[in-house]
């Protein structure tokens, strides 16, 4: 119980301390703080309109946030999510195309499967590397990136291009029927289910199961895990793959829910804001759900920022990267404040 | 600082919190926004969006400069965004233009917004016309509350070439450009053809650098053409910046593109080809301010304002300034044609036979795939 208020506590204070600087920035460019900070809440959370931009803007990044977070818990920093989201895309997108006529539930499906497995892959080759040749996994990872983009690109514009498609170079569509429709009534597609469904079933993994245990074994200290018999390379790949399936899925559902057809909108870095998103959560599959939803509505507001008082757009990114990095740094202040403490239990 | 929305003056508060929080639990009730607001005084309300930053030398920036001048306007109030990805993302800030600043009109000005997201978007708000830069709309497909505005920003791009033809010495010019779609090749192929008709041994080098906005492609493409003795560079990218500087940085001449980038290279900027979105934005405000139908296609070139010349730089000889004049006087009236045969494309093969004539306006022209002959390169990528 003390662990849990220490974990909603510092999150907490450090996200007013954040505020707080960032006021001195708005107060500094001449802007009324106080007007800023509520148009900044009103743009995010201030109606039903502005929780479903922020939900729909974080939706994406729950999943490709669970690409670097499950990866951490073993020890591997993974800044992937990207390229494994593009992978993931493309290949649902070529599932849809050539199985499009086919009953749409059956295309869904198999359209989630090859995001899922492609995803995957990607990242689990990034683990294979790290395990059998000692590749640096951060950087293999971020190169990947770089070679999903480039596939993506020369697909686009060969192979898979729609030829009606003139000056947006494009892959041809995958049906209007094989789309992900939206909840109810609202505008929120079905990604955030997929986003809070897989958080929580990856939370449940990590924490309820010996795999789970295994995982933060390895990533507390690799050396006890092997003596202690552990199967340390099949994990951490299996790890990977699983991180990589999640972003892979966001691919997916980018394609199926919002674009219906790959093209270079497919790379428009939900993959490199997730890592944000890990990293503030902890690599904590349940806190990406909260913070995910934060990071949405610190976009979601931009708009409103820009359009309201002529902010440049940087005003929302100097706010994440104030946040970022007091969260980052509150992390030294765990397990060293006393009122969090079991009492009689002093240092 | 005035600053209101639809609900009046925004006031910090814990009713506000409880009425946000107390929102995700009416989710199912209400969709939307509600009706849109009511303004005091009419004026005439209008939303723009950016892909890109605006002050980034180059095709946000036109459209920004657009905005700031139809925003001088006291019957007007325009809103804008930079930096909106072509997601979803466009989709909830149309909406938000709409639902809170009550925008009558839309500009998304990225390609990209297109399809699916104005698609998707305008039959929701039948009442606010979405008009998309780019030229896609079509009456047998599309919305009737959509349309389509573009320039031929072909012709100025022209004119750059035959500037460049007269102050080239060594001959050998250089395009580094995106990707090869069709826009992109025709911007090539007008430079090309206005140089060549200068001097017809003059030849174009192309570098596709694979994306809008590659700025460490773009400097490595300019040096390495510098390097080859080509000395005039020009380009089409999202932001023509650091060719520009490099141009300027190697000692050689430019031609600017999509803004006027002269302050970037005050020795070797020659001219450049810019959109005049200041014109076509206050042409639109006025139609909405009159009542006046706002019609779904608008296109024209430099007789129609749409597109114009950067002013000349100071270097430019005054022969080079007479040529180019005496060819944008043809362009003003009409009876300058660029696309006419016989010509040949640069694998040898005949493009366009004797005797065919293509007119700015013809719809053959948009689907070009080809290079025209004297230019170095390829259409693959």
Redesign the interface.
């Known amino acids: 119980m003390h662990n849990f208020m220490e974990s909603i506590a510092i999150p907490t204070a450090a996200l007013v301390f954040s505020l707080l600087i960032f006021s001195g920035f708005v107060a500094f460019s001449g ?2 703080v ?2 800023v ?3 900044i ?3 995010a ?9 922020t939900l ?2 974080a939706a994406p990044l729950m999943l490709t946030a669970l690409c670097t977070a499950l990866p951490a818990r073993s020890g591997l920093i993974i800044i992937g999510g990207e390229g494994a989201m593009v992978v993931g895309g493309l290949c649902a997108t070529l599932t849809g195309i050539s199985l499009n006529g086919l009953p749409p539930f059956f295309v869904i499906s198999s359209m989630a499967c090859s995001g899922v497995l492609s995803g995957g892959a990607w990242i689990a080759a990034v683990g294979a590397l790290k395990h059998y040749r000692n590749v640096n996994e951060t950087i293999s990872s971020l190169l990947l990136n770089y070679i999903a983009i480039a596939i993506l ?1 020369f697909l686009i ?1 060969g192979l898979l291009r729609d030829p009606a498609t ?4 494009s892959s041809f569509p995958i049906g209007d029927a094989n789309m992900l429709g939206t909840i ?4 929120i ?1 079905a990604g955030l289910i997929f986003g809070l469904v897989v958080c929580g079933l990856l939370w449940f993994v990590i924490r309820r199961t010996t795999f789970g245990f295994s995982i933060d074994m390895i990533g507390g200290n690799i050396r006890a895990a092997q003596i202690s018999g552990l199967a340390v390379g099949k994990l951490i790949i299996i790890t990977c793959f699983l991180g990589g399936a999640a972003a892979g899925l966001a691919g997916m559902i ?1 394609i199926a ?4 057809r790959a ?3 497919l790379n ?2 939900y993959g490199y804001a997730g890592i944000l998103v890990a990293f503030i959560a902890r690599y904590n599959p349940l806190a990406i759900i909260p913070v995910a939803i934060l990071l949405g509505g610190i ?2 507001s ?3 920022l ?4 002529d902010l ?2 940087a005003t929302t990114l100097v706010l994440q990267g104030i946040i970022f990095i007091v969260i980052l740094a509150s992390g030294a202040v765990y397990g060293r404040l006393n009122w969090f403490k079991p009492k009689g239990d002093s240092p | 600082m005035s600053h209101t929305t639809n609900k009046g003056k925004i006031n910090p508060g814990r009713r506000r919190l409880l009425k946000g929080l107390s929102a995700l639990g009416a989710a199912g009730l209400m969709n939307g926004f509600g009706p849109a607001p009511l303004w005091a005084a009419a004026k005439v309300k209008m939303g723009f969006i950016y892909v890109g930053p605006r002050d980034d030398y180059g095709y946000n920036q036109a459209h920004f400069e657009g905005k700031s001048a139809v925003a001088t306007l006291d019957w007007v109030k325009a809103v804008d965004e930079e930096n909106v990805p072509e997601t979803i993302e466009v989709i909830k800030t149309m909406e938000s233009m709409i639902n809170l600043d009550g925008a009558q009109v839309i500009f998304p000005t990225s390609f990209g917004y297109f399809d699916p997201h104005i698609l998707k978007t305008a039959p929701k708000y039948p009442k606010v016309m979405f008009l998309h830069c780019g030229g896609l709309w079509d009456e047998k497909k599309h919305p009737k509350n959509v349309g389509s505005y573009f320039g031929y920003i072909d012709e100025p791009v022209y004119l750059s070439g035959v500037v460049a033809g007269h102050m080239s010495k060594t001959g050998k010019l250089g395009y580094i450009a995106a990707i090869p779609i069709p826009q992109v090749l025709r911007n090539i192929n007008s430079f090309t053809l206005g140089a060549r008709s200068v001097n017809p041994k003059i030849t174009t080098n192309v570098v596709f650098t694979g994306g809008w906005a590659n700025p460490v492609k773009e400097a490595e493409a300019a040096n390495s053409m510098a390097d080859q003795g080509i000395d005039v560079l020009t380009c089409h990218v999202d932001s023509p910046k650091v060719v520009v500087q490099t141009a300027e940085k190697r000692g050689i001449y430019c031609c600017g593109y999509h803004t006027d980038q002269s302050v970037l290279a005050p020795k070797g900027f020659l001219t450049g080809a810019e959109w005049n979105w200041s014109k076509v934005y206050i042409d639109y405000a006025q139609m909405i301010k009159t009542g006046k139908p706002i019609p779904n296609l608008v296109r024209g070139g430099l007789k129609e304002g749409i597109v114009k010349s950067s002013p000349y730089g100071m270097t430019v000889t005054a022969k080079a300034k007479e040529n180019a004049d005496a060819v944008r006087k043809k362009f003003m009236d009409g009876s300058m044609i660029v696309y006419q045969g016989p010509m040949k494309d640069n694998t040898g093969k005949m493009a366009i036979p004797a005797g065919t004539r293509y007119s700015q306006t013809d719809i053959w022209l948009e689907s070009m795939n080809w290079l025209v002959e004297g230019v170095i390169g390829t259409t693959k990528s």
């Open positions: 802007n009324n106080l007007e900070l509520a148009a809440y009103q743009g959370f201030g109606s039903w309109f502005s929780w479903q931009n729909v803007r690109n514009l003139l000056n947006k170079p109810g009534t609202t505008s597609h980018e829910a919002v674009h219906g093209n270079t909108s428009a870095g976009r979601a931009s708009g409103l820009q359009r309201s008082f440049p757009d």
